[in-house]
Structure formats: structure tokens, C-alpha cells
């Protein structure tokens, strides 16, 4: 067979034409025996480009290395007696077209190339012979003539039109080949899951992965930041939808998302993201063992005069509250594994030690809620809690009350009396969802004086915080303050891992109580951030994992800390466009601009007027919570200053002028402070409606925000 390619040999340099009709040199770098063509290469514009091209073109332009023929017979020599499947217009001996397929189809390029003569099959029926040629030619200009049209007849179909036509063979094949594959598939699954293909093509790429998971034997590192992911199992809810789990932990610190995508052509495929943490733990890992990993290592901090903090932060129902309160069982929680206990139990183990023994420590636990911006402590029947700053400008809790305890047992029951208390409600993820941040604190106190302390917060579901724009007020507020309080605790978290002069902790309620966590030098903090293996929250799952990754390369990129302590100027440019009451007018304004500077990538300038207007509204309903509770204690002097006056008008001889005037007085204070009250109404009221307009602004943003 390797004598169709004639003279050509690998490093030949032949003449090609291009599709656009040019014609130049190109070097043959492979011969293709299968498809009776060569690959040539050649170098344009600096770059080296390459085609394959069938042997018939390559001939008809270069003839010189076309196989020799064989010399025909001389005149005296009969001509040698006709195969009985020649056709007609036969050519030279040497030279015959190539046979038909066995279904009797034509050949599709008419290519001519020399072959051995096959034996005809001897059912076929013989021809007619040819007719003598006349006798004005002689055999060798026969066979010439003969050739040069069959060359001009297997030119007349283009390169291009060949081309597509092995495009479209090799389509066709390919479709069946993939038409077989899945009906073998379908035999061996169960073709009623939804997505199966999606789950062939994860359990495929898992196959080729080499998994190393987290193991207690590893090495526990130090980090001033340390950011982790915990993936949940599948629930009861996900298991009856048949849902996949689209998440893998191949090792102990990566995390890989398989997000189905579709292409134009409607054909599914996946797109496999990974995100590298500090620790990865899968879906067979306890509480304890995240517990040994992140928030253990911080104990022994506040033994030593620093400032511990732990979140978990995720979706609703991706086991924020199962890792820090504990196992669930319906609604009732086993308190004793969650991350709270087991931090409170090695607290008591490290009293016992010999060198903070002789310290003489007292241990104390607070336990208290941020729901939409308002604070309640939830082992004191939630009583609503005054947020301020004292002249030394520390964040005090108003009211907050510190249970003393003795044992992890007292420590027990303060979380079950607080669990029974938080805000939940049922949503579409999780029928008992936390709907606020809980933050639960072991408090060390040397002498009445504070040693360290432990926070550990639960964090509300970060999927709220997309709701900005709904019809309910309540919904709305909730989500903002979510929303926001997420975003300042990022900055806070990046303020701390950069050392940098301000923490912007005033942006929100969550980072103001949590002030004295993320200044100092002595201060820890690691994040949890729990994500869902299904695909149907996948989304949320890539949010998340993505928030988590941000708040972890804050930490470890030096230039890009060095660049982060530069003003956004683009976003200073874009807020000078606002209106002027965003300036600066207090303290929790200023963070809340620099938030939105920050975060100009995630913060619109409509969600900033809305986050702007929402904070205005929490802070005027303060205001007129306050003034109302002092008008009501000052009415109850005036029914008392009253009841003295008409008291006086019994007696007979009694002093008109003076009750007349008396009563004038109490006239004009009750005015004065009403009319001023009514005043802070109307405004509240202006208020509330500038928060609507504000929100029906976001209104379009809404769909992409989810």
C-alpha cells in the first residue's frame, strides 16, 4: 500500500492549494495509509499551521512525484485481452478506480490511485467489450488522454466540499457511537433519577481523582485566620427528591464543585470549580473532629489574655447550628456535641492546670441574639439590649447578664435554655431555621477584671440576606441587616489579617457587640462555613465557598494586602454622585460608606441607599421607642399633678387663679413634649416610606443578587 504515495516521503516539500485558491509549498510530516492522504505543515505569520490533504490533490499538482507508470506495449505487441470488469473508458493496466463498496455505492472522491487488480466476483455478468479506439490514436496517447479526464473529474469536487463531507461521516458516527452508549447506560440505571447523566459524569470525574482525606493523625497548624468548609450528607428531603450530591472533598484542603452547565446546542456538561482552605472536612466528619481542627487550638488564646472567635457561617440548613449547638433530633438538640459545649469543657480542663490554676479564674457565659439590628438576651426571657459606647470608647451591652459557671453540666443547660428561646421559623430549606445570629460567650474574669474571652457565633443563613426587596417590611429589615452585617464582618475579619489602623466594627449591630474580637494582637479567629451537597443549592453552595475563599486570601496575599489599604477610587467617584446626606453625620455612617467602598463589586449604589435608609430607620425607631417610654413616665406625673388640682377645687374657699394657672403650666409642658413627639412621629413615618421607595429600587438587581 505504500506505494500509492509515489515519491513522497516524510520532509517532502510539495505544492498545496489553499481553500482561498493560493497556491504554496508545505512539508509533508506523516502519511495516512488508512485515508490515502498526507499531513503537510507549513509556517505563516510566525505561527506553523497544518491540514491534511488526499493524495489525488497532491498529485494533480505535483507530478513529478505521482507513481511511476508502467511502459506501455509497443505497437507490434497485441494489446493484452480486457478484464472482463473494465469499464469502457479504460485506462492503463496500472491504473484503476477504486472498486465499489460492498453496498454498491459509488466511490464519493472518484480518487484514482494504483492498486493491484482484484478478481471480479464470478456471479457478475460479463460487459460488452469496449470498442476498438480509433485507429488516428495510438495506445500510450489512450491511456494519457484518459487520464488527465479522470484527474479533471475527480477535480471538480472542491477540497472544501470533501472536507465537510468527512466532517459530516465522521459526525454520523460519532452520534451512534453515543446513541449505543447511552442506551447501555439506560440498561444498567435506573433511568427515573433525574439528572442521571450529570451523575454518571460526577461519578466518572470522582473515579479519577486520588482521595486523601482529613484524618486525626494530621498535624494541627497555627492561624491568626483560619477559614475551613464542613459538607453535611444528604437529608431526608434531598434523598426523597433524588437529588445529587454535586460536592467532593478529594483531600484536607480542597473543596470541588461540580455545577452542571448547558451549552447552546442544549448539551449538558460540568464545570468543576475548587477552592483550597485550611481544612476540608467531608460529609462522614463529627462534631468533635471539626472541633479538634478549628475552634479547640483557640482556648488555650484567652488563657492568655486574647480574644477568641469562632463562626459558622452558610446556608440555611447546611448544619451552621448542628456544628455549633449540637445534634438535632426533630427539634429537640443534643447540646453536648455541639462546638459550644466542647469548647466549655476544655476551658474547665485548662483551669485545672497547674499554671492557670494559681490565676484564679472565674468563668462566666453570656448568651444573646441580633435580630434585625436589635439585640435580646436570651437567658433573661429575651429582654431587649441597649448597644453603646462609654467614654473609653468600649462597646458596651446594656443589661446583658453573665451567668457564673462551675461545670460544663451548668454550661449545658444555659445553651438549652437559650436554643428554646432564638428567633426561627420554618423556611423552604429547613423547618426549624435559624432566623438570627446567636452568639454564645465563655468570659474569664481575674479579679472582677476581664482575662479573655471565647464568642462563638452561629451566624443566620446568608441566603437571607438577598431578600432586600421583598413586600414585607420584617423580611426586608432581616434581610438588610443580614446582609450587612455579613459584608462588615468580612471587612472585619480583613481588618484584622492586614493590622490595619480602623475596623470598620460600626458598619453593624454583629461586629459592634463583637468590637474588642478583632483588635488587638492577641485576637484568633476561625470561620466554619457549611455548605449543602446537593445540586439543587448549588448556587448558595458556590456563594458561600466563595465568601469564605475571599476572607482567606485577604490573609495570605502580601500584595494584595498592600493594594487593600488603598481607597477604592472609582467607588469614592461613584458615591460622590449620591445625595449629600450620606456624608459622614455619625460614626455608624462613616463605617457604612467605607463598607460600601470596599464592596463596591457587591454593593450597589441602590443597595447602599437602602442599607443607608434602613440604618436611618433603626436608628430614628430607638429614638422614638426612647422619647415614648419618657412621655409615658411623664404622664403618669401629670395625672398626678392633676388629680391634686381638682382635689384642690372641692374646697369651698379654694384659689381660682392659682388652679387656673397651674393647670395652664401643665397644659403647656404636655403640649411641648407632645407636639415634639408627634414631630419624631411624622418624621419616623417619612422615614419608613423613603425605606419602601428605597427597596423598590433593588427591585430589578434582585434576581442576579440571588
Same mark, same amino acid.
Given at each position: 500500500?505504500?506505494?500509492?504515495?509515489?515519491?513522497?516521503?516524510?520532509?517532502?516539500?510539495?505544492?498545496?492549494?489553499?481553500?482561498?485558491?493560493?497556491?504554496?509549498?508545505?512539508?509533508?510530516?506523516?502519511?495516512?495509509?488508512?485515508?490515502?492522504?498526507?499531513?503537510?505543515?507549513?509556517?505563516?505569520?510566525?505561527?506553523?499551521?497544518?491540514?491534511?490533504?488526499?493524495?489525488?490533490?497532491?498529485?494533480?499538482?505535483?507530478?513529478?512525484?505521482?507513481?511511476?507508470?508502467?511502459?506501455?506495449?509497443?505497437?507490434?505487441?497485441?494489446?493484452?485481452?480486457?478484464?472482463?470488469?473494465?469499464?469502457?473508458?479504460?485506462?492503463?493496466?496500472?491504473?484503476?478506480?477504486?472498486?465499489?463498496?460492498?453496498?454498491?455505492?459509488?466511490?464519493?472522491?472518484?480518487?484514482?490511485?494504483?492498486?493491484?487488480?482484484?478478481?471480479?466476483?464470478?456471479?457478475?455478468?460479463?460487459? +460488452?467489450?469496449?470498442?476498438?479506439?480509433?485507429?488516428?490514436?495510438?495506445?500510450?496517447?489512450?491511456?494519457?488522454?484518459?487520464?488527465?479526464?479522470?484527474?479533471?473529474?475527480?477535480?471538480?469536487?472542491?477540497?472544501?466540499?470533501?472536507?465537510?463531507?468527512?466532517?459530516?461521516?465522521?459526525?454520523?458516527?460519532?452520534?451512534?457511537?453515543?446513541?449505543?452508549?447511552?442506551?447501555?447506560?439506560?440498561?444498567?440505571?435506573?433511568?427515573?433519577?433525574?439528572?442521571?447523566?450529570?451523575?454518571?459524569?460526577?461519578?466518572?470525574?470522582?473515579?479519577?481523582?486520588?482521595?486523601?482525606?482529613?484524618?486525626?493523625?494530621?498535624?494541627?497548624?497555627?492561624?491568626?485566620?483560619?477559614?475551613?468548609?464542613?459538607?453535611?450528607?444528604?437529608?431526608?428531603?434531598?434523598?426523597?427528591?433524588?437529588?445529587?450530591?454535586?460536592?467532593?472533598?478529594?483531600?484536607?484542603?480542597?473543596?470541588?464543585?461540580?455545577?452542571?452547565?448547558?451549552?447552546?446546542?442544549?448539551?449538558?456538561?460540568?464545570?468543576?470549580?475548587?477552592?483550597?482552605?485550611?481544612?476540608?472536612?467531608?460529609?462522614?466528619?463529627?462534631?468533635?473532629?471539626?472541633?479538634?481542627?478549628?475552634?479547640?487550638?483557640?482556648?488555650?488564646?484567652?488563657?492568655?489574655?486574647?480574644?477568641?472567635?469562632?463562626?459558622?457561617?452558610?446556608?440555611?440548613?447546611?448544619?451552621?447550628?448542628?456544628?455549633?449547638?449540637?445534634?438535632?433530633?426533630?427539634?429537640? *438538640?443534643?447540646?453536648?456535641?455541639?462546638?459550644?459545649?466542647?469548647?466549655?469543657?476544655?476551658?474547665?480542663?485548662?483551669?485545672?492546670?497547674?499554671?492557670?490554676?494559681?490565676?484564679?479564674?472565674?468563668?462566666?457565659?453570656?448568651?444573646?441574639?441580633?435580630?434585625?439590628?436589635?439585640?435580646?438576651?436570651?437567658?433573661?426571657?429575651?429582654?431587649?439590649?441597649?448597644?453603646?459606647?462609654?467614654?473609653?470608647?468600649?462597646?458596651?451591652?446594656?443589661?446583658?447578664?453573665?451567668?457564673?459557671?462551675?461545670?460544663?453540666?451548668?454550661?449545658?443547660?444555659?445553651?438549652?435554655?437559650?436554643?428554646?428561646?432564638?428567633?426561627?421559623?420554618?423556611?423552604?430549606?429547613?423547618?426549624?431555621?435559624?432566623?438570627?445570629?446567636?452568639?454564645?460567650?465563655?468570659?474569664?474574669?481575674?479579679?472582677?477584671?476581664?482575662?479573655?474571652?471565647?464568642?462563638?457565633?452561629?451566624? +443566620?443563613?446568608?441566603?437571607?440576606?438577598?431578600?432586600?426587596?421583598?413586600?414585607?417590611?420584617?423580611?426586608?429589615?432581616?434581610?438588610?441587616?443580614?446582609?450587612?452585617?455579613?459584608?462588615?464582618?468580612?471587612?472585619?475579619?480583613?481588618?484584622?489579617?492586614?493590622?490595619?489602623?480602623?475596623?470598620?466594627?460600626?458598619?453593624?449591630?454583629?461586629?459592634?457587640?463583637?468590637?474588642?474580637?478583632?483588635?488587638?494582637?492577641?485576637?484568633?479567629?476561625?470561620?466554619?462555613?457549611?455548605?449543602?451537597?446537593?445540586?439543587?443549592?448549588?448556587?448558595?453552595?458556590?456563594?458561600?465557598?466563595?465568601?469564605?475563599?475571599?476572607?482567606?486570601?485577604?490573609?495570605?496575599?502580601?500584595?494584595?494586602?498592600?493594594?487593600?489599604?488603598?481607597?477604592?477610587?472609582?467607588?469614592?467617584?461613584?458615591?460622590?454622585?449620591?445625595?449629600?446626606?450620606?456624608?459622614?453625620?455619625?460614626?455608624?455612617?462613616?463605617?457604612?460608606?467605607?463598607?460600601?467602598?470596599?464592596?463596591?463589586?457587591?454593593?450597589?449604589?441602590?443597595?447602599?441607599?437602602?442599607?443607608?435608609?434602613?440604618?436611618?430607620?433603626?436608628?430614628?425607631?430607638?429614638?422614638?421607642?426612647?422619647?415614648?417610654?419618657?412621655?409615658?413616665?411623664?404622664?403618669?406625673?401629670?395625672?398626678?399633678?392633676?388629680?391634686?388640682?381638682?382635689?384642690?377645687?372641692?374646697?369651698?374657699?379654694?384659689?381660682?387663679?392659682?388652679?387656673?394657672?397651674?393647670?395652664?403650666?401643665?397644659?403647656?409642658?404636655?403640649?411641648?413634649?407632645?407636639?415634639?413627639?408627634?414631630?419624631?412621629?411624622?418624621?419616623?413615618?417619612?422615614?419608613?416610606?423613603?425605606?419602601? *421607595?428605597?427597596?423598590?429600587?433593588?427591585?430589578?438587581?434582585?434576581?442576579? +443578587?440571588?
Amino acid at each position: 500500500m505504500a506505494s500509492c504515495f509515489g515519491k513522497i516521503v516524510v520532509g517532502t516539500y510539495v505544492e498545496i492549494k489553499r481553500s482561498d485558491g493560493r497556491i504554496h509549498q508545505a512539508m509533508v510530516t506523516s502519511l495516512n495509509e488508512d485515508n490515502e492522504s498526507v499531513t503537510v505543515e507549513w509556517i505563516e505569520n510566525g505561527d506553523t499551521k497544518g491540514k491534511e490533504i488526499d493524495l489525488e490533490s497532491i498529485f494533480a499538482l505535483n507530478t513529478d512525484v505521482a507513481p511511476d507508470e508502467e511502459i506501455a506495449p509497443s505497437p507490434e505487441t497485441p494489446p493484452p485481452p480486457t478484464p472482463t470488469c473494465v469499464k469502457v473508458n479504460k485506462i492503463a493496466k496500472n491504473r484503476r478506480t477504486i472498486a465499489p463498496t460492498k453496498n454498491d455505492a459509488p466511490s464519493r472522491d472518484n480518487r484514482v490511485i494504483p492498486t493491484r487488480a482484484r478478481q471480479p466476483p464470478p456471479q457478475q455478468p460479463e460487459p +460488452a467489450p469496449p470498442p476498438p479506439p480509433p485507429p488516428s490514436l495510438q495506445p500510450t496517447q489512450l491511456t494519457q488522454a484518459q487520464t488527465q479526464q479522470q484527474l479533471l473529474n475527480a477535480r471538480r469536487k472542491s477540497n472544501c466540499v470533501k472536507e465537510v463531507e468527512k466532517l459530516q461521516e465522521k459526525r454520523e458516527r460519532r452520534r451512534i457511537q453515543q446513541q449505543e452508549l447511552r442506551e447501555k447506560r439506560a440498561q444498567e440505571v435506573d433511568t427515573t433519577i433525574p439528572n442521571y447523566e450529570i451523575m454518571y459524569m460526577i461519578r466518572d470525574f470522582r473515579a479519577s481523582l486520588d482521595y486523601r482525606p482529613l484524618t486525626t493523625a494530621d498535624l494541627i497548624e497555627e492561624h491568626r485566620i483560619c477559614v475551613c468548609v464542613r459538607k453535611r450528607p444528604l437529608n431526608k428531603k434531598e434523598l426523597s427528591m433524588k437529588d445529587l450530591d454535586v460536592i467532593t472533598v478529594p483531600s484536607k484542603d480542597v473543596v470541588m464543585v461540580h455545577e452542571p452547565k448547558q451549552k447552546v446546542d442544549l448539551t449538558r456538561y460540568l464545570e468543576n470549580q475548587t477552592f483550597r482552605f485550611d481544612y476540608a472536612f467531608d460529609d462522614s466528619t463529627t462534631n468533635e473532629m471539626v472541633y479538634r481542627f478549628t475552634a479547640r487550638p483557640l482556648v488555650e488564646t484567652i488563657f492568655e489574655r486574647g480574644m477568641a472567635t469562632c463562626f459558622a457561617y452558610g446556608q440555611t440548613g447546611s448544619g451552621k447550628t448542628h456544628t455549633m449547638g449540637g445534634d438535632f433530633s426533630g427539634k429537640n *438538640q443534643d447540646c453536648a456535641k455541639g462546638v459550644y459545649a466542647l469548647a466549655a469543657r476544655d476551658v474547665f480542663l485548662m483551669l485545672k492546670k497547674p499554671n492557670y490554676k494559681k490565676l484564679d479564674l472565674q468563668v462566666y457565659a453570656t448568651f444573646f441574639e441580633i435580630y434585625s439590628g436589635k439585640v435580646f438576651d436570651l437567658l433573661n426571657r429575651k429582654a431587649k439590649l441597649r448597644v453603646l459606647e462609654d467614654g473609653k470608647q468600649q462597646v458596651q451591652v446594656v443589661g446583658l447578664q453573665e451567668k457564673d459557671v462551675k461545670c460544663t453540666e451548668e454550661v449545658l443547660k444555659l445553651i438549652e435554655v437559650g436554643n428554646s428561646c432564638r428567633t426561627s421559623g420554618q423556611t423552604s430549606a429547613n423547618a426549624h431555621s435559624s432566623r438570627s445570629h446567636a452568639v454564645f460567650q465563655i468570659i474569664l474574669r481575674r479579679k472582677g477584671k476581664m482575662h479573655g474571652k471565647f464568642s462563638l457565633i452561629d451566624l +443566620a443563613g446568608n441566603e437571607r440576606g438577598a431578600d432586600t426587596s421583598s413586600a414585607d417590611r420584617q423580611t426586608r429589615l432581616e434581610g438588610a441587616e443580614i446582609n450587612k452585617s455579613l459584608l462588615a464582618l468580612k471587612e472585619c475579619i480583613r481588618a484584622l489579617g492586614r493590622n490595619k489602623p480602623h475596623t470598620p466594627f460600626r458598619a453593624s449591630k454583629l461586629t459592634q457587640v463583637l468590637r474588642d474580637s478583632f483588635i488587638g494582637e492577641n485576637s484568633r479567629t476561625c470561620m466554619i462555613a457549611t455548605i449543602s451537597p446537593g445540586m439543587t443549592s448549588c448556587e448558595n453552595t458556590l456563594n458561600t465557598l466563595r465568601y469564605a475563599n475571599r476572607v482567606k486570601e485577604l490573609t495570605v496575599d502580601a500584595n494584595q494586602a498592600m493594594d487593600g489599604g488603598r481607597p477604592n477610587i472609582n467607588a469614592v467617584n461613584q458615591l460622590e454622585l449620591l445625595d449629600e446626606d450620606w456624608l459622614s453625620i455619625s460614626p455608624q455612617r462613616d463605617d457604612l460608606k467605607l463598607l460600601c467602598e470596599q464592596n463596591e463589586e457587591e454593593v450597589s449604589p441602590q443597595l447602599f441607599t437602602f442599607h443607608e435608609a434602613v440604618s436611618q430607620l433603626v436608628e430614628m425607631e430607638e429614638q422614638v421607642l426612647e422619647d415614648h417610654r419618657a412621655v409615658f413616665q411623664e404622664s403618669i406625673r401629670w395625672l398626678e399633678d392633676e388629680k391634686v388640682l381638682l382635689e384642690m377645687t372641692e374646697e369651698v374657699d379654694y384659689d381660682v387663679e392659682l388652679y387656673a394657672t397651674q393647670l395652664e403650666q401643665i397644659l403647656d409642658q404636655k403640649i411641648e413634649i407632645l407636639t415634639e413627639l408627634r414631630d419624631k412621629v411624622k418624621s419616623f413615618r417619612s422615614t419608613l416610606q423613603e425605606e419602601e *421607595q428605597a427597596s423598590k429600587q433593588i427591585n430589578p438587581k434582585r434576581s442576579r +443578587a440571588l
